[in-house]
């Protein structure tokens, strides 16, 4: 599967897979909250992350021990209040220079 723009998947797509898929996420994919963690494991056999991927922590755990070390991608907990203070370890992004002109 490739995911260019934005996807969601619902648990009954995962019914229909024969073989794991390889999925290429450049965009947004969003994983319903009703697909389980050990059928997402099982059907896909390999993630490039290069965007963000929308999901619980089980399926984040599932879909991060398929994954190819790119580390380019985002992980986000979809159950997660907006707004929420980050993780302990988890940083955001940041300009350093904001506000700061030297000449």
Known sequence: WRVDDEMSVAASRFDFIDEPVTVVVTGELYVDADVEAAKLHASIARVHNFGEIYCTKE????????????RKGEYIDSQAEPGAEPEPGEQFERIGNAGTLRI
Request: neutral net charge.
């Open 59 to 70: 399926q984040m755990g599932a879909l991060q021990a398929r994954e190819i070390p790119t």
